[in-house]
């Protein structure tokens, strides 16, 4: 009998760091953004594809575009960039496609076109792989619908949550599944084999004694993969990136110390602003879930300026960004007692202030475990 495996594991294989250095380089979007939207889309087609065959098991039009949809492959993308099988998405998703893009705008702060084409790109993969099923299961095998039914679990834990959060009418939960619960990860990661590489990879820095993690710049390869919490629930993360790092210390036995802190890499501001720029959101969520899914864990938080020429100036605009900070986890859900925030105006920048892109890098907030 005829069973395709596990139909998330196959999306992430097909979504390949070849298919991501090609679409970052058409997009001019970071392939880290580019797998995380992907994955959250076909997930999202995956769900409401189960759902349309529940309410319409006999649907011949939909099976025939289906089963004729080729396996998605490198060669396919530019075809793919394009209005890929419109009539596939306006069944599964009638007149919420423009809105889901529009959700993935704000949420990822895309440009409509590039999520546009991303969700292009996702259906191709997905009724590819939808085809492959049909024109290769038995009169043994469960129908697509029970195929996709029997793999609910799966389907559910990768949906992309903060955005579903946004859409409580929209896209409810299946009844006979939980979104909240522990629910088991994908047995296969994104690209087994980069799981060799090294999980820890820091920049040091001795900077008044404090050792300052960084991620790692990245390499022409990507490293997406899911990180699975203590609460269950997974985070799709770059193996290089800070919140992969701080997973990892927390997880570990290592003592707690003053000197061990993390740069919030992509926790950004303008020039004498307090407020978080629209692209710090992605890791100010993900530090919220990192904090839920440890409820042990307490943190202090380090705000830090480019350099003025005033420097009371500078701590005072330290310590309003890392209060800013500070409220936003605590707006979030996360218990005041457990986040401290303290200032250090424009000591220990990480670059020299020469160029306004090494300032925007020292206006940042840094991280310290304190307890966990």
């Given at each position: 009998m005829y069973q395709m495996g596990n139909v998330i594991n196959q999306q992430m294989a097909a979504i390949s760091p070849q298919v991501l250095t090609v679409l970052e380089q058409k997009l001019v979007t970071a392939k880290e953004k580019i797998?995380?939207?992907?994955?959250?889309?076909?997930?999202?087609?995956?769900?409401?594809?189960?759902?349309?065959?529940?309410?319409?098991?006999?649907?011949?039009?939909?099976?025939?575009?289906?089963?004729?949809?080729?396996?998605?492959?490198?060669?396919f993308l530019d075809e793919a960039l394009g209005k890929f099988?419109?009539?596939?998405?306006?069944?599964?998703?009638?007149?919420?496609?423009?809105?889901?893009?529009q959700l993935f705008v704000s949420f990822y702060v895309l440009e409509k076109q590039v999520a546009e084409r991303l969700f292009s790109v996702a259906s191709a993969v997905v009724f590819g792989l939808l085809g492959?099923?049909?024109?290769?299961?038995?009169?043994?095998?469960?129908?697509?619908?029970?195929?996709?039914?029997?793999?609910?679990?799966?389907i559910a834990?990768?949906?992309?949550?903060?955005?579903?959060?946004?859409?409580?009418?929209?896209?409810?939960?299946?009844?006979?599944?939980?979104?909240?619960?522990?629910?088991?990860?994908?047995?296969?990661?994104?690209?087994?084999w980069l799981m060799l590489a090294l999980l820890l990879v820091s920049l040091l820095f001795s900077l008044r004694g404090f050792s300052v993690l960084q991620p790692m710049q990245a390499s022409g390869q990507s490293d997406v993969?899911?990180?699975?919490?203590?609460?269950?629930?997974?985070?799709?993360?770059?193996?290089?990136?800070?919140?992969?790092?701080?997973?990892?210390?927390?997880?570990?036995?290592a003592p707690t110390s003053e000197k061990r802190w993390f740069t919030?890499?992509?926790?950004?501001?303008?020039?004498?602003?307090?407020?978080?720029?629209?692209?710090?959101?992605?890791?100010?969520?993900?530090?919220?879930?990192?904090?839920?899914?440890?409820p042990d864990v307490e943190i202090q938080l380090g705000g830090y300026t480019d350099k003025s020429t005033n420097e009371q100036m500078d701590r005072r605009l330290s310590q309003d960004r890392a209060d800013a900070v500070r409220m936003a986890l605590v707006k979030m859900g996360i218990g005041e007692s457990r986040i401290s925030a303290e200032g250090y105006g424009?000591?220990?920048?990480?670059?020299?202030?020469?160029?306004?892109?090494n300032r925007a890098k020292n206006r940042r907030i840094d991280l310290r475990v304190v307890e966990k």
């Open positions: 797998a995380l939207c992907l994955n959250g889309m076909g997930a999202l087609i995956l769900q409401k594809t189960r759902d349309y065959l529940h309410r319409n098991d006999n649907s011949l039009r939909f099976r025939q575009l289906v089963g004729r949809t080729p396996p998605f492959e490198l060669g099988s419109p009539a596939l998405l306006t069944m599964v998703l009638g007149h919420k496609v423009k809105r889901l893009t492959q099923y049909l024109r290769q299961r038995s009169l043994q095998s469960p129908s697509l619908k029970g195929w996709l039914e029997w793999q609910l679990p799966q834990a990768a949906q992309p949550t903060a955005v579903l959060n946004q859409l409580p009418a929209l896209i409810p939960a299946d009844p006979a599944v939980s979104r909240t619960g522990s629910l088991a990860p994908p047995k296969r990661r994104i690209w087994p993969t899911y990180r699975r919490l203590a609460d269950g629930k997974q985070l799709l993360l770059s193996q290089r990136s800070v919140e992969n790092l701080l997973i990892t210390y927390i997880e570990s036995n919030l890499d992509r926790m950004q501001f303008d020039t004498n602003r307090t407020e978080l720029t629209p692209a710090s959101q992605e890791q100010l969520r993900n530090i919220v879930d990192i904090l839920r899914a440890y424009s000591a220990y920048p990480l670059v020299p202030n020469d160029s306004e892109a």
